[in-house]
């Protein structure tokens, strides 16, 4: 199965502001990023998906980096009408690496602070 960057649908564009022109931040980013994903060379490798709530409401917009064997990302507090480039950016680097380990230095720089948790991928085949 491909990796995944999942989109939260729900997420405002800000604490403070749910909707701009009766669309919310995370529908935004996701129109952002399909635009972006059309032409990205790694699409075979990423699949876009989303979910109603990632529950980080107080730092919308959110997103999660999942991958088989790797660990999971989350990032929040992200604008979504300038990140979409930058999150195909932080796709790459997760794709490029094995493991799923993407150093915070190694991402654009917008998007180093903005990293909430990189939770350990689960243990498969252990009983």
């Avoid at 669309?23 to 972006?36: F, R, S």
């Avoid at 990205?40 to 088989?68: N, R, S």
């Avoid at 660990?71 to 195909?88: G, I, K």
Wanted: aromatic share 8%; charged share 25%.
């Amino acid at each position: 199965m491909p990796d995944q960057l999942i989109v939260c649908k729900g997420c405002g564009f800000a604490a403070d502001e749910e909707k701009r022109d009766g669309e919310t931040g995370g529908a935004h980013l996701l129109k952002q990023l399909e635009a972006k994903y059309a032409d990205w060379p790694h699409k075979d490798e990423l699949t876009i998906k989303t979910t109603g709530c990632l529950c980080i409401c107080d730092q919308p917009c959110a997103i999660a980096f999942v991958g088989t064997g790797k660990p999971t990302y989350l990032f929040a507090d992200l604008d979504p009408t300038t990140s979409a480039a930058d999150l195909l950016t932080a796709a790459d680097l997760y794709l490029d690496s094995n493991d799923g380990m993407v150093s915070a230095y190694w991402l654009p720089s917008e998007l180093q602070s903005r990293r909430i948790a990189r939770i350990p991928p689960a243990p498969f085949g252990q009983g």
